[in-house]
């Protein structure tokens, strides 16, 4: 059975021991479990359930915990993770037949992010699409948003979908329309 691309990242939903649930993304899915980004961090040992989507209940152990993420090791019998390995091949084959949605990097790539609680940071665009940009951020990765996370990005507003070396990606709440989404646009 082959594996799907370790960068293959899934959107859902995790539901915690203690009843919380939280917007997730689940990457590295595998055989050995899954690393799942989400606001919420339960602690080693707790188990979870994912709701992936267009792959279903994931559920897991929490083995290791680091900040904005955690990896479960996975709690499926055979004929379920080879029902997940196979769905998930087929997002990967479908993937390369999908049209991306076009991006640029604007002439003024600078911008601010209010993060939550009100913290304003420095950010480079690295790029931009009319549904979302992923930002380089002047801020320790300690303080950066977790996944889910509502912020600001210069005057629009988006949420956190998945972490980036020395940033993060986000999705905005509008989509930039067509007739803003140029090279000249500042954000």
């Not at 370790?6 to 899915?29: N, P």
């Not at 084959?93 to 601010?112: K, S």
Request: proline share 6%.
């Amino acid at each position: 059975m082959s594996r799907p691309a370790a960068g293959r990242a899934v959107s859902g939903r995790c539901l915690l021991e203690d009843g919380s649930e939280y917007a997730c993304i689940a990457s590295d899915l595998g055989p050995c479990g899954a690393v799942i980004a989400c606001a919420g961090l339960p602690r080693v040992g707790e188990r979870v359930v994912c709701y992936l989507d267009g792959i279903g209940a994931v559920r897991g152990r929490v083995d290791r915990v680091q900040p904005s993420r955690f990896h479960i090791g996975l709690d499926v019998g055979e004929a379920r993770l080879a029902r997940i390995m196979a769905r998930l091949a087929w997002q990967e084959a479908r993937t390369g037949e999908q049209r991306a949605a076009p991006r640029l990097v604007p002439v003024n790539d600078r911008t601010q992010v209010c993060l939550p609680g009100g913290r304003v940071v420095a950010a480079r665009i690295a790029d931009l699409s009319m549904v979302g940009v992923a930002l380089q951020v002047e801020a320790p990765e300690e303080a950066l948003p977790p996944v889910g996370a509502l912020i600001r990005v210069g005057l629009r507003y988006a949420v956190v979908a998945r972490a980036l070396e020395g940033g993060f990606a986000a999705r905005f709440r509008l989509p930039l329309s067509r007739e803003t989404f140029n090279p000249e646009i500042v954000l």
